[in-house]
């Protein structure tokens, strides 16, 4: 079908929250608590394709019972973030990768593609009426949540005819509370996020979902989040329930998972592109938690870190399984895990020149 020129209306929200309100938020806006004051909402039909683009009030979605979403879980959506740089302009950090990545994520869970263009000017467009939102404090963005998922009310079980795709957006401090100081772990035994040939590789509700009960489990063994491994033989490491992870070997390697089933994580990409330009070695391949165990254990891994877009870089400290433990409570952040992500946000906040067109002005 032919796209269309987009052309967005844009309907301001009557009762936006007071600057007041707004910046009291901004000073201690935690994580995904707040939501701006507008939203973008686009529909899609399977003969008008993507119609009717609007920024409108943030608020409520209205909902059949019986929308697909509801039943079948057909929905994916996308993270990243707006920065502020200390001129007040407003940045994105290459927002075409998740264009690219939201589109994979669409034919996985058979709804439409939405054109990167349509994506990257989804977030313009909301910036346009929304900016003042950004935070300037350090380490503090504006997270930026596209999602879509299937409206068409009607309980046969096939891909939806009906789908919206929405823009929200929410002031964002440190994921976890403690800031960038290192997490614990837990190893996932008894859960599995992913399957061969499932949707572990899109970034979709249900993924999430499946993480829930073991990040139950994680949270009450006193760690800020879950690992897992392989499903078939619970031997390889995959990743953590909201974030990939990277071990640091002590002749300066990068290793990290290569799997069919995990979230390829722009974040994660962007650090080892960073670590390779300073002459590391960098491996994707298969990681048993055997290596992990036994490298800590040895001394021939140094460092281990957890990297997405919510996580930015967070240092891990300890993996804490049923049986035993990688690391330990006490592990101090590695100085090679600090520095990449000390060069990661310096490009992000526009403090260090951005030689990979990496950043796109919103
Ligand atoms: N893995 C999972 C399961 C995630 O939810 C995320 C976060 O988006 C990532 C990895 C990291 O991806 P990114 O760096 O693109 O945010
Ligand atoms: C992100 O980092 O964007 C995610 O979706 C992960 C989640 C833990 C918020």
Redesign the pocket.
């Known amino acids: 079908m032919a796209q269309r020129d987009l052309t967005f209306s844009v309907a301001r929200n009557e009762n936006p929250k007071s600057e007041e309100e707004r910046n009291a938020i901004l000073a201690d806006p935690g994580f995904g608590k707040n939501f701006t004051d507008h939203m973008v909402d686009i529909c899609w039909s399977e003969h008008g394709g993507w119609h009717r683009p609007r920024v409108q009030p943030y608020g409520p979605i209205a909902l059949d019972p019986a929308a697909a979403v509801l039943h079948y879980a057909q929905e994916i959506f996308e993270?990243l973030k707006a920065y502020r740089h200390a001129d007040g302009s407003v940045w994105s950090f290459r927002p075409e990768a998740n264009a690219a990545r939201m589109q994979r994520s669409a034919k996985r869970l058979a709804l439409p593609e939405l054109p990167t263009e349509y994506f990257i000017d989804s977030l313009k467009q909301l910036l346009a009426v929304d900016a003042d939102w950004v935070p300037s404090a350090p380490e503090t963005s504006l997270y930026l949540r596209p999602f879509m998922f299937a409206k068409e009310a009607f309980l046969g079980v096939r891909a939806a005819k009906k789908v919206n795709y929405y823009v929200i957006a929410s002031p964002a401090g440190a994921?976890f509370t403690g800031g960038v100081a290192p997490v614990s772990i837990w190893l996932s035994t008894d859960y599995a996020r992913a399957g061969k040939g499932g949707t572990g590789a899109a970034k979709t509700g249900g993924n999430y979902a499946s993480s829930l009960l073991a990040q139950q489990e994680a949270a009450e063994n006193g760690c800020a989040q879950v690992l897992f491994l392989d499903s078939a033989e619970g031997k390889y490491v995959e990743e953590l329930g909201?974030?990939n992870v990277v071990l640091v070997y002590k002749d300066g390697t990068l290793v990290t998972p290569k799997s069919d089933s995990i979230l390829e994580g722009i974040t994660r990409d962007s650090i080892l592109d960073l670590a390779r330009d300073r002459g590391h070695k960098v491996e994707e391949r298969r990681v048993s938690i055997d290596e992990w165990r036994e490298g800590v254990a040895s001394g021939d891994i140094v460092e281990m870190f957890a990297c997405?877009?919510?996580?930015v870089v967070t240092p891990i400290s300890q993996i804490k399984g049923a049986e035993f433990t990688i690391g330990s409570a006490d592990a101090e952040a590695g100085p090679l895990t600090m520095s990449l992500r000390e060069e990661l946000t310096d490009i992000q906040y526009g403090r260090r020149e951005d030689t990979r067109g990496w950043m796109v002005r919103l």
């Open positions: 993270g994921y909201g974030m997405g877009t919510a996580a």
